[in-house]
């Protein structure tokens, strides 16, 4: 068993090693070879040519330690404690939490994107600062920082949880391949960071380490997979009840868990990694700040777009049966509400007709007519339609339904007709 309070030794890899004139990096197994003992300046340091971990209450250099014990006379070891003490006797600063926990888990989730992306090899992450006090004093304190200037920056409370290291390691990955955009802008509020936390969770996914080899991953506190939009939307824990159930709640945070879990299921069903290389070239090609780029659908379409009509009822079924909806389905029926399966196209003269509109976003109006066959294009309008036999108005439910509860037409003469659906959004 993993016992957290006495973590097993892990070598750290390219991590900067000075020595009297000599100074380089560790290789894969945590060691280098120099041509000295250890002499005076002898200095193990946390970083690394691409990144580099400081102390928040030091924000000048990174973590430095100078310590060594001798293995014998050709074998030293530096062993990282989990804290270290940073105090000076007239400056007074907290101690320097877990730092080699965020290296190992930097290396980790690094390993998972330059694999997704070989150019990522050479981006130079944000500095990331630990012992950030003011992020909520617990070990899920963490926050990727984008200021106006577009800089950035990685903060963490404690660096204890692998959970939260490489969430917002993941952050900055998708920031970055988006070309340094942000979904929403710098000014981003709960309402409109459910993309740019899915993207989170769903690399995150890729490699998440349940039984760190450091510190114990303590589990993601929400078991995503386990979650739909209601869940949400009904949850004291996840908001604050007071918000509406229908498309603009898809974009508040925590709708990103049930969003990430769609993605699972889709790369599960579907591609697999190949899944990773779609959601790749749907962020590659963004480079300019969209209004929608924070709605769930701008992916959705983005997917829909780029897939087979097999693999679009696939994808449009996921997000479905997670309570998302986009694509309306309107079918004819002989009553009103028919249940599943007892839908109804073809009517005998003087046979009611009923309309029932499913997988609608939910509590939306819309509008739903019936039109003489004909055939369709794209971008084509409303007025340019054949002859409106009816036109019917409603708003869909809080399962994304609606239905006509008289009917909206009786068939009179022997044609066949179209039914739409005009979603006002
Ligand atoms: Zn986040």
Not at 14 to 36: C, F, K, P, Q, R
């Amino acid at each position: 068993m993993f016992d957290p309070t006495n973590p097993p030794e892990t070598p750290l890899k390219a991590i900067h090693v000075e020595n009297d004139s000599e100074a380089d990096y560790t290789d894969l197994g945590g060691i280098i070879h120099l041509s000295s003992v250890p002499q005076d300046n002898f200095t193990v340091s946390l970083f690394s040519t691409r990144w580099d971990i400081r102390s928040i209450y030091n924000e000048a250099k990174a973590l430095n330690v100078h310590y060594f014990v001798e293995i014998d006379s050709m074998n030293y070891e530096t062993i990282i404690q989990d804290t270290i003490d940073t105090q000076y006797l007239l400056n007074p600063r907290p101690p320097f939490l877990y730092a080699a926990n965020i290296y190992y888990h930097l290396q980790k989730q690094d390993d998972i994107f330059t694999n997704l992306s070989s150019s990522f090899s050479s981006v130079t992450y944000p500095i990331i600062y630990n012992d950030n006090e003011a992020l909520p004093a617990n070990d899920w304190g963490g926050i990727f920082i984008v200021y106006p200037d577009n800089t950035t920056e990685i903060h963490y409370h404690n660096g204890y949880n692998p959970y939260i290291i490489m969430h917002e390691l993941t952050h900055f990955y998708t920031f970055n391949r988006m070309n340094s955009l942000t979904f929403s802008g710098v000014a981003s509020t709960m309402l409109d960071k459910a993309m740019d936390e899915t993207f989170a969770e769903y690399w995150l996914g890729r490699d998440l380490v349940t039984n760190s080899p450091i510190r114990n991953y303590r589990g993601n506190s929400i078991a995503i997979d386990l979650l739909d939009i209601y869940n949400i939307h009904t949850s004291a824990v996840y908001n604050n009840l007071s918000l509406n159930l229908n498309e603009d709640f898809y974009s508040w945070y925590y709708c990103a868990m049930p969003i990430a879990a769609v993605w699972e299921d889709i790369r599960l069903s579907l591609w697999f990694y190949d899944f990773d290389i779609k959601l790749l070239g749907a962020l590659t090609p963004i480079i300019a700040n969209d209004q929608d780029l924070h709605k769930p659908r701008f992916f959705y379409n983005i997917l829909m777009r780029t897939s087979t009509p097999n693999a679009q009822m696939i994808i449009n079924k996921a997000y479905s049966d997670r309570g998302l909806h986009f694509t309306p389905k309107v079918v004819s029926a002989g009553i009103s509400n028919p249940p599943e399966g007892r839908d109804k196209n073809m009517f005998r003269i003087g046979d009611p007709v009923h309309m029932k509109v499913i997988n609608c976003p939910q509590n939306i109006p819309l509008t739903v007519y019936v039109v003489e066959d004909q055939d369709y294009t794209d971008g084509m309008y409303i007025s340019a339609l054949n002859a409106i036999i009816c036109q019917v108005s409603g708003t869909s439910d809080n399962d994304g339904v609606w239905y006509s509860s008289t009917p909206v037409m009786a068939a009179s003469d022997v044609e066949d007709y179209d039914i739409l659906v005009d979603k006002n959004l």
